[in-house]
Nanobody, 121 residues
């Protein structure tokens, strides 16, 4: 069982930056990838970014590529998402997830409660 707790959300103006963090705790029998998904009001949850166990490989969705950066600390139990050049369309609840390295919801077995990011125009 893995517990994920997100932090770092908030309100920011367009063009600004935020840094989201997700701390994982608990125990799994295998190393796990960490990812971020987001869900805007009235829309389905969508993939944002993922990083593998080693930190050597990362995926980004097209809308965030070049603006967001994912990283994980050496302890491998914390993941960060640096959000730069934010746009109003980035407004959503951002969820951290742990599981198999991939871009799909079913790649991930564990989910955090989410943190709200609101970008004003």
């Amino acid at each position: 069982q893995v517990t994920l707790v997100e932090s770092g959300g908030g309100l920011v103006q367009a063009g600004g930056s935020l840094r989201l963090s997700c701390a994982a705790s608990g125990h799994t029998s295998t190393p796990f990838a960490l990812a971020w998904f987001r869900q805007a009001p009235g829309k389905e949850r969508r993939f944002v970014s993922a990083i593998d166990w080693t930190g050597d490989r990362a995926y980004y969705s097209d809308p965030v590529k070049g603006r967001f950066t994912i990283s994980r600390e050496n302890a491998k139990l914390t993941v960060h998402l640096q959000l730069d050049s934010l746009k109003p369309d980035d407004t959503a609840v951002y969820y951290c997830a742990a599981g198999r390295f991939g871009r799909l919801h079913y790649d991930y077995d564990y989910w955090g409660q989410g943190t709200q990011v609101t970008v004003s125009s």
